[in-house]
């Protein structure tokens, strides 16, 4: 799968929360917690990128699912995004080793 383009903002407040099935104030919320941070999108206003919107939708999940208040989620996303990393790294010297 491409992540081409997830990062670029191209969505509006409106659209992001739309697309993530979130109500305006959570994304604010979200935004006053920076769980999420906006961009600039054509036009000036802030913007929302697919991979924005993606997290979004899995901070509604965790909060509603879970129950987690939003200093949890940072915690949570954190890791996450930790594990990933790790994954990452140990694929590349799993690649690193197969080739030697």
Do not use: K, W
């Not at 081409?4 to 903002?9: A, K, T, V, Y």
């Not at 109500?23 to 206003?45: H, Y």
């Amino acid at each position: 799968m491409s992540n081409i383009g997830l990062d670029e903002p191209r969505y509006t407040r409106i659209v992001a929360a739309q697309l993530a099935d979130i109500t305006i104030e959570f994304l604010g919320r979200c935004e006053t917690e920076q769980l999420v941070v906006t961009r600039v999108i054509r036009g000036g206003g802030p913007g929302y990128s697919a991979g924005d919107i993606r997290r979004l939708a899995r901070i509604a999940r965790l909060h509603e699912d879970l129950g987690l208040d939003f200093s949890s989620l940072e915690v949570v996303l954190n890791m996450r995004e930790q594990i990933l990393e790790l994954r990452e790294q140990l694929e590349l010297l799993e690649r690193e080793m197969v080739l030697r």
